[in-house]
C-alpha cells in the first residue's frame, strides 16, 4: 500500500532554515509528480510547491517563491522541501502528497501524515 | 489569481442529504476534485474529475458541476461524515493549484 511518510519537521527561528522530507513506498517512486502541501493552525489548505517525476518542472505558491525549493531523489525515493528564510506565518502542518500524474499537477490520491513546522523565536 | 469559494459551514441531520458548495469563475470548463480532511488525520480524496470516487470511497458521495458551481452531495449523512471539505483545480493560467477555503461539515 501506498506510505507517506514526512519528516524534519521541529521548532526553528525566524530567518532560519529547515528541510523535510518525505520517504515514499508502496508504489513506483519515480513515476508520479509530488507536492507540498500545508496548514496552519485553524487555517485551510494550502498548496506550496509541486515537483514533477523526474525533477524537470518545479512549481511554487506565491507565499513562498524564492524561499522554499523543492527536490527529489528517486534512487531513495525521498522527497524534500528546503525551507530558507522562514517567516512565523511558515507555521504549519506540512504535508507531502502523490499526484495521479508524472509531468504536470492533477489532483492529489495518497497523502501523508503531515510534519509540523514551528517558526518562532 | 484563481479563487474557489466555499461556504464556512454546512448542518445536516443524519440520514439526510448534505450539499457542499465550490464557486468559480468557469468552474465548468476545469477538473474539480473533493477531498475530506478530519482533525490529526491526512487529507482524503473523496471525488476527483468533477464526479468520480475513488475506489473505497462510499456511493453516498457524489459531485457534480453546473454553471459556475461545482457540488459535494453527501447522501444519507453518517456522524462519521462529519469534517472539513475542501475543493481543488488546477489553473492553468497561474500555473498554480487552487484549493477552496474549505467548508465545515456538521452532523446534527
Known amino acids: 500500500q501506498v506510505q507517506l511518510v514526512e519528516s524534519g519537521g521541529g521548532v526553528v527561528q525566524p530567518g532560519r532554515s529547515l528541510r523535510l522530507s518525505c520517504a515514499a513506498s508502496g508504489f513506483t517512486f519515480r513515476s508520479y509528480g509530488m507536492h507540498w502541501v500545508r496548514q496552519a493552525p485553524g487555517k485551510g489548505l494550502e498548496w506550496v510547491a509541486f515537483?514533477?517525476?523526474?525533477?524537470?518542472?518545479?512549481k511554487y505558491a506565491d507565499s513562498v517563491q524564492g524561499r522554499f525549493t523543492t527536490s527529489r531523489d528517486n534512487s531513495k525515493n525521498t522527497l524534500y522541501l528546503q525551507m530558507d528564510s522562514l517567516r512565523a506565518e511558515d507555521t504549519a502542518i506540512y504535508y507531502c502528497?502523490?499526484?495521479?500524474?508524472?509531468?504536470?499537477?492533477?489532483?492529489?490520491?495518497?497523502w501523508g501524515q503531515g510534519t509540523l513546522v514551528t517558526v518562532s523565536s | 489569481s484563481y479563487v474557489l469559494t466555499q461556504p464556512p459551514s454546512v448542518s445536516v441531520a443524519p440520514g439526510k442529504t448534505a450539499k457542499i458548495a465550490c464557486g468559480g469563475n468557469n468552474i465548468g470548463s476545469k477538473s474539480v476534485h473533493w477531498y475530506q480532511k478530519k482533525p490529526g488525520q491526512a487529507p482524503l480524496l473523496v471525488i476527483y474529475y468533477d464526479s468520480d470516487r475513488p475506489s473505497g470511497i462510499p456511493e453516498r458521495f457524489s459531485g457534480s458541476t453546473s454553471g459556475s458551481t461545482a457540488t459535494l452531495t453527501i447522501s444519507r449523512v453518517e456522524a462519521g461524515d462529519e469534517a472539513d471539505y475542501y475543493c481543488h483545480v488546477w489553473d492553468g493560467t497561474s500555473d498554480h493549484v487552487v484549493f477552496g477555503g474549505g467548508t465545515k461539515l456538521t452532523v446534527l
Open positions: 515537483i514533477s517525476y523526474d525533477g524537470g518542472n518545479q
Open positions: 502528497a502523490k499526484d495521479r500524474a508524472a509531468e504536470v499537477p492533477f489532483y492529489f490520491d495518497f
